[in-house]
């Protein structure tokens, strides 16, 4: 019996240090696949929690993201290994809360989006409330690996004063994956596929009259002829990648993950038959190459996005129906983001250090306006997990990062823009030209009861932002929950 | 897969202006000489205005974002009637909507309405 109890105790800790470790972000894009998402755990692990996200900025650094949250949440999470060949996992999760003064942006999922949203200069504090989804199946055929997922998202965000914005989002994601053992190498192929639509609206109830909803276009410009009262929208769009991959079966020796990504989203105007306003495109491809054995791993990674954004020419109405006349090319965005980094783990302690460069071109053809910035970024993780007794264990992850400028420019034709805009466009500027510096640690205890597979969890994170304009960002996390 | 994502990369326009060429024209005039007015030349898209002056004889050319405008041409043409006689007078020409989308010279013509 005592035995058994051992081991069930051993089996809890080591499933939690495979599912948890710092090691995870290493193999993390080459685990997008499915096909090696099924086989990259020997251990089952299940966890229900409980927890809560707070955020808080002194001054939101992106107005149009707000100035922090408050999320609590519910959410299971499942990864089951049926057999030495199979293996499903899935999630469940519902988070409701508010987000605390947004401004400049009335659509939901702004950092997919931008710039492309509904915005007006008044803003507030918005509702969210989001259900997420996932479940994926991995097996072996042969001498194949094959899996398949599936994520999905629905969101809706809402402001219950004047301006009452509304977005309502389903995000559908699959993916398709294979992977097979060739020598001493596992080689992976995944094809991704992503459904997005969101309806957006704003209404107003007050006597006190409207507002101007704009629909932005860029670095502070707009769409004048739909803007003001056209509020009711929806977008259309979604996208295709492809993930490629080759790992060391063994864990030792070069690794190489590709991701090239193609995604799409058009903003049409319900009241006007669907007319198509703007349509942006996102291009990225990202590529990390390393080599790791057991204990150690180092690796460079370099991220492009391009986005790239079209506005269509409305032509004459007709009966409420506008054609598109044409299409011009007016917002380009080119964002690079490279790192050299390297990881080492020693029993308890694993670190990982990174030291980066990214770098964000922001334009608008004409009138011309540019946005540009460059920084320098290093980062220090580190993880001590421990079991202290055969109940108990703890994980503690701590953090410390620096993000430096190197070149900031910023071109705008003030002279022909309302004050409310050109404010906007400030606040953007002084926060991308910033320095920031990040402290952030959180703990976890898990307790495994000794006759049982069950466990049970808390976890407390803080991280502290300071921003060189003079304000800050604190974010707490909290979270209890049973594992099993 | 790749061919798929070739495929969907996305083909930038960045031929973003053209040359619109608009002409006065009148049933009155047999041949108009000189124009001197100003044209206010308004994209009802963006609202932006160009103004201009630079007439060459009927004939206005000036280069514009491509997209639908509002034109209104205000001022003074000299021009010869059907019998040859030579007249002064005020006009107003005006479109609430004409295309120059076209990524080549977009030709487009507009009445003059005589103010006297």
Request: glycine letters at 8%.
């Amino acid at each position: 019996m005592g035995t058994s109890l051992q081991t069930m105790a051993t089996e809890a800790d080591s499933a939690l240090i495979e599912h948890t470790i710092l090691a995870r972000e290493i193999t993390a894009d080459a685990e997008r696949n499915p096909a090696l998402h099924g086989a990259a755990y020997r251990s089952s692990f299940s966890q229900l929690a409980l927890g809560i996200d707070m955020q808080h900025q002194s001054e939101a650094f992106v107005q149009q993201l707000g100035s922090g949250y408050t999320l609590p949440y519910a959410g299971v999470d499942t990864y089951l290994r049926l057999s030495p060949r199979t293996a499903v996992w899935g999630s469940a999760s519902y988070t409701t809360g508010t987000q605390k003064e947004v401004r400049w942006n009335s659509t939901s999922d702004y950092e997919l989006l931008q710039p492309y949203v509904l915005a007006d200069s008044l803003g507030g504090d918005t509702h969210r409330e989001r259900y997420a989804f996932s479940g994926g199946y991995a097996t072996t055929v042969g001498s194949w690996l094959a899996g398949a997922e599936m994520l999905f998202r629905a969101e809706q965000e809402y402001r219950d004063y004047d301006p009452r914005m509304r977005g309502v989002v389903t995000d559908l994601t699959i993916r398709l994956g294979a992977g097979r053992q060739l020598n001493s190498y596992l080689l992976g192929a995944a094809f991704e596929c992503n459904i997005y639509r969101q309806t957006n609206s704003v209404t107003f109830y007050s006597e006190e009259g409207v507002i101007p909803e704009y629909q932005m276009t860029g670095l502070g410009t707009e769409y004048s002829r739909f803007s003001g009262d056209k509020r009711s929208l929806y977008y259309d769009g979604g996208g295709v990648a492809l993930l490629l991959s080759a790992t060391p079966a063994d864990h030792n020796g070069m690794y190489a993950d590709l991701m090239l990504g193609e995604h799409r989203y058009q903003r049409k105007l319900a009241e006007y038959n669907s007319m198509p306003l703007t349509t942006l495109y996102s291009e990225q491809a990202a590529l990390t190459l390393g080599w790791r054995n057991s204990q150690w791993a180092l690796f460079a990674h370099a991220d492009y996005t391009k986005r790239s954004g079209d506005e269509q020419i409305g032509g004459t109405s007709d009966a409420r129906y506008f054609p598109t006349i044409g299409t011009l090319t007016m917002y380009k965005h080119q964002l690079l983001d490279a790192y050299l980094g390297a990881f080492y783990t020693q029993g308890s302690l694993s670190m990982m250090l990174r030291g980066g460069y990214q770098s964000s071109n922001e334009k608008y053809v004409y009138p011309e306006r540019q946005l540009n910035y460059s920084r320098a970024y290093g980062e220090l993780k580190a993880q001590w997990i421990k079991a202290t007794s055969r109940q108990l264990s703890l994980t503690v992850n701590t953090r410390a990062a620096y993000e430096g400028q190197l070149t900031h420019k910023i071109y705008m034709p003030y002279a022909n823009m309302k004050s409310s805009f050109i404010e906007m466009v400030n606040h953007t500027y002084r926060y991308a030209k910033a320095n920031y510096t990040h402290f952030g640690a959180n703990v976890r205890s898990d307790y495994h009861w000794s006759n049982s597979p069950y466990g049970a969890f808390a976890k407390l994170g803080v991280d502290l932002t300071l921003c060189s304009v003079g304000e800050h960002q604190t974010t707490l996390q909290g979270a209890i929950g049973i594992t099993f | 897969m790749a061919l798929v994502l070739f495929s969907a990369c996305h083909q930038e326009e960045n031929t973003i202006f053209t040359t619109a060429s608009i002409t006065l024209v009148s049933n009155e005039a047999a041949n108009i000489g000189r124009v001197q007015a100003q044209a206010q030349i308004t994209n009802v898209n963006t609202r932006q205005t160009t103004t201009t002056a630079a007439f060459n004889g009927a004939t206005l050319q000036v280069e514009l974002l491509r997209g639908a405008y509002e034109i209104l041409i205000e001022g003074v043409a000299t021009y010869t009637d059907a019998n040859g006689t030579e007249h002064i007078r005020q006009f107003r020409a005006q479109t609430d909507y004409v295309e120059l989308a076209a990524m080549d010279t977009n030709v487009t013509t507009l009445n003059m309405i005589f103010l006297d």
